[in-house]
């Protein structure tokens, strides 16, 4: 039995879901301290991304620093359970509402309180809510994160005033806004007079990799910290760091697929003593982990692992933020 699974549950690489703040394997891009540092300006920030790009990671490790450093009140709305073509728009913004009470744990009796504001405009009910009721009742500084954004282009309605209304809030003193999901801000607004997309911060997020591709990569703050997944290795191979090289030579530092792969080589470690041998050269890797040395529950990745690489390349060029 490999060290890796002696000492350590659950285990230590995740493959898919949600990376708490604390998992081990997490490792910090630039966008962690982009992220905190334009939220803390006072900017609206979106994140616009391909799935499994560790968006929503991404933004619970954020909250957690902003909660315990900087004495924020973080609030997460799923918009994941306000989708569907049968809620109207009346509905819709009614449960953005709900989800910013429970989430804020106001003081409030929503019921009548909703009932009270029936004959205003359905985007005015987050907005009164935030401003006749949160402002009033916390005095700390909020940060709303809005994910999973995308769901919003399968309603039958469009909710550019939605946009417009996050548009309002840019650079208020105590209100920060982050919006995320795999969609692009052409897609949510047709109405550029009212989009906070074009003043708001775009964060990218970096497959990971040795350092930055830019000319000034030779800076220390250009070097991306993968400690997590040396780490990790080094419990189950004798070269970690020559390890990770060809995994994100396979996976092009996508970081589901390295994960997962990582994983892969832990669990193939441990069901194997004798696997990798002491000493392999980098080019005999593909040999030691090709498809036919896996399990055959395991073959079925190869593929997968083998498009890693090309998915990197689409994610370089791909225009997410636009």
Request: hydrophobic share 40%.
């Amino acid at each position: 039995m490999s060290r890796f699974y002696a000492p350590r549950s659950p285990a230590y690489f995740q493959v898919g879901g949600i990376l708490s703040p604390t998992a081990q394997s997490y490792v910090s891009r630039w966008a962690d301290r982009d992220l905190e540092s334009a939220m803390l300006a006072g900017e609206f920030c979106y994140i616009f991304d391909a799935p499994q790009m560790g968006k929503t990671s991404l933004q619970r490790r954020v909250a957690q620093r902003l909660r315990e450093e900087y004495g924020y009140q973080c609030v997460f709305l799923d918009l994941t359970r306000l989708r569907g073509r049968e809620i109207d728009r009346q509905q819709w913004y009614m449960g953005i509402a709900r989800l910013l009470s429970r989430g804020l744990k106001l003081d409030l009796d929503f019921r009548a309180w909703i009932e009270e504001r029936s004959f205003l405009p359905p985007v005015q009910y987050p907005s009164e809510l935030l401003e006749d009721v949160a402002l009033r009742q916390i005095e700390a500084p909020i940060a709303i994160f809005i994910d999973d954004i995308e769901v919003v282009l399968d309603l039958t309605f469009r909710v550019d005033d939605f946009f417009a209304l996050l548009c309002s809030y840019q650079r208020h003193p105590q209100l920060r806004f982050v919006v995320a999901g795999c969609t692009t801000a052409i897609e949510l607004v047709r109405d550029l007079r009212c989009t906070p997309f074009e003043t708001g911060k775009s964060m990218t997020l970096d497959l990971f990799q040795m350092k930055r591709n830019s000319p000034e990569s030779a800076d220390l703050a250009d070097v991306m910290d993968l400690t997590p997944f040396t780490t990790g290795l080094g419990e189950c191979v004798t070269d970690p760091q020559e390890t990770l090289a060809v995994v994100l030579d396979w996976t092009g530092g996508q970081p589901f697929l390295t994960q997962w792969l990582c994983q892969l080589i832990a669990e193939q470690a441990a069901a194997d003593p004798r696997w990798p041998p002491p000493t392999v050269p980098r080019s005999g890797w593909r040999t030691w982990f090709s498809p036919s040395s896996l399990p055959i529950g395991k073959r079925t990745i190869a593929p997968i692992i083998s498009a890693g690489f090309a998915i990197g390349c689409c994610k370089m060029t791909m225009p997410w933020k636009s």
